[in-house]
């Protein structure tokens, strides 16, 4: 008797051995149905590599566990039940080359984990929980039920590798002026940037630097800070950590201070309107810090103006109101004083918080907004999206007062997160909104439909130059496009910041109009391309582009060719519509076959133009003069810009 107990002892801690063992690595994932499952703990498993959350942290070990159905149909898996902060990935794929799906990380009451998928028959889901706030034991749910309402996606995505040797991939943008989105991997130690080449292919170049005193842990703004036509970085770590570029691009320099700031999201925009980009810092415990530029690399703190409270998440910088200058919108996450507050620029530096009578002052759980014209009716709506367990709020822009249309809007299906953004990915004319699992397509009228399956959401911007934006999560999700047209302008400031942060774009069709605010930082971690892009359908003509900028000076550029980028520097093309006001300069030789020469000028700054205002050509002038043999033989303006100002001429082209 005593042996037949010992064996069934020793079957019991097989089992149980065996059970606890069994999702410890990707290959021995435990397979799972609808109901309620435990994750014993996480010791001797096998970390998870590919991250599916914003908080691109990894963990020291996680419980894996793996999913199918034998019919399409949607799949909950939450930990709410045990009330605990969690952090779960949906994944799909071979051990190995896993693709994120979607995942969350506090959703949840209590930062626990709620994520919904629909999971088709056929596909094996790996669900992976990850011990990066604690190796504690709980609970979880896995939870069937109708799949969710879904478009048939506009778009589709292709997946292709980073360049070799870039690590995680936080910005695109422009880095070097050729108006190209670049990748950027940015981190304490160096910055790593992959060059987009006219092939689309990437270049990778590297600078390193001393230990920066701040990570870019929580988010990543880009702009340039001091004019010298090179992007630079701000961190949003501890503190402050300005990451400027060398004037040739190769290599950054740190400015920082001893300020203790628990930051998260950061943008750079011009708050006092000097022509001089300003850091800012969402400062989640206290009042937010700003950085007052004075282009010469040289910044002065300042804090208080804008929301003194904490739980500050998510700011983006836009044009609410119409009046041309920047206001501030400040997503808040509950607690604390966290009133989610709509700041009005008043001008000379002072700001109103008119959220209550916008209609904006929530307390709830968000951590970003995305911002722009759903309507297309001219001005900036709104989508608060809810990372907790409360409603989506879509906002519509009446002008003097926004109203609530979130009922009926087809938003509400809509997963929670706290990364929300808005750009066009099917080229529609219409803005979409991404959250980092589904894209709410916009069908018009301020009503959205919902895809799911998309890649997850990271920095965005156009990485092959197709017209069609693209998504970096880990891997690069090239959108596959369609037949809708597009058209992209990119900005070079003159009296304002040189990447025209702040400025609005507008252009104008036979359909109607359609805007763009510039903005460094939105949604809460990423940064994406300060290009503006628009999808434009079946039109395939616009009658006007025009620029308002930071300064006050507005461009206007007729006729400009669709499905192609228009290049806009500040005051150029005022300056074609009014030569007389422009000092006239001495060219020779004129007519000219390859190169032209600027009398008494040897240094500055030259752009060519068509005589419809679209740039050209622009760089350093030096004593070689401006290669013009890439133009086609017709008439052009050359302007030159050095200390003693702009000068500007006519010149013909053999």
Known sequence: MERYWMIILALA?????????????????????????????????????????????????????????????SVTVSSAISLMDTRVHILTGDCGSLVCLTGDDDTGPSNS?????????????????????????????????????QVAEPVTFTTVPVPPGMGVVMVVVDMDGDHLDDLVAPSSTSIKIGKQQTDGSFIVHSASFPQANNNPSWSVAAGDLDNNGFTDL??????????????????????????????????????????????????????????????????????????????NYGSIWIDFDNDGDVDMFNTKCGGGGGIDAL?????????????????????????????????????????????????????????????????????????????????????????????????????????????????FGGPIGDLNDDGFLDVVNGTIQLNNGNDNHWFKVSLVGTVSNRMGIGARV??????????????????????????????????????????????????????????????????????????????????????????????GITNGTVYVLDMMGKLLLSGRIDAAGVDVTALASGRYVVVVEDDRGRKQALFTKL
């Not at 994520?115 to 088709?120: D, Q, R």
């Not at 850091?279 to 009042?287: E, K, L, P, T, V």
Request: charged fraction near 15%; include cysteine.
């Open 113 to 149: 984990s709620i994520v919904t998928f629909n999971a088709e028959p056929g596909v094996e889901y790996m669900i992976v929980w990850d011990n990066i706030w604690g190796s504690f034991a709980f609970d979880f749910e896995l939870i069937n039920g109708p799949p969710i309402d």
């Open 234 to 311: 701000l961190y949003g770590g501890s503190g402050p950590t300005l990451m400027l570029a060398s004037d040739d691009g190769s290599a950054f320099t740190e400015w920082t201070n001893d300020t203790y700031i628990f930051a998260q999201r950061t943008n750079m925009v011009d708050i006092d309107n000097d022509g001089n980009l300003d850091g800012f810092y969402c400062h989640d415990i206290s009042a937010n810090v700003y950085y007052f530029s004075d282009g010469q690399g040289g910044f002065t703190e300042a804090s208080g103006e804008l929301s003194q409270t904490s739980g």
């Open 343 to 455: 700041f009005r620029n008043d001008g000379n530096g002072q700001f109103t918080d008119v959220a209550p009578e916008m209609g904006f002052a929530d307390a709830h759980s968000a951590w970003s907004t995305a911002w722009g014209d759903f309507d297309n009716d001219g001005d900036m709506d709104a989508f608060v999206g809810k990372s907790g367990g409360q409603q989506h709020k879509l906002m519509r822009n009446d002008g003097n007062i926004f109203t609530n249309i979130t009922i009926g809007s087809g938003t509400e299906g809509a997963s929670g997160s706290i990364e929300w953004r808005t750009y066009d990915f099917n080229n529609d004319g219409l803005l979409d909104i991404l959250s980092p699992s589904q894209i709410l397509y916009n069908a018009g009228g301020m009503t959205f439909e919902l895809a799911g399956n998309v890649p």
């Open 13 to 73: 801690l097989t089992v149980f051995r065996n059970s606890s063992n069994a999702q410890s690595t990707c290959s021995t994932a435990l397979t799972i149905g609808a109901g309620t499952h435990q994750v014993a703990g996480f010791s001797e498993s096998e970390p998870l590599a590919t991250i599916c959350t914003v908080l691109q942290s990894t963990g020291t070990g996680a419980a894996w566990y793996r999913y199918t159905t034998p019919e399409t149909r």
């Open 506 to 599: 507008t252009i104008t069709t036979p359909q109607g109009q359609q805007v763009r605010d510039i903005v460094s930082g939105d949604g809460f971690k990423y940064m994406s391309t300060v290009n503006a892009h628009f999808g434009l359908g079946a039109v395939t003509e616009i009658l006007a582009v025009e620029v308002r900028w930071p300064s006050g000076i507005v461009d206007v550029i007729e006729a400009p060719i669709i499905d192609d980028r228009l290049v806009v520097v500040e005051g150029l093309s005022t300056g074609l519509a009014d030569a007389a006001v422009v000092p006239r300069l001495a060219v020779f030789p004129d007519p000219t076959t390859d190169r032209l020469w600027m009398q």
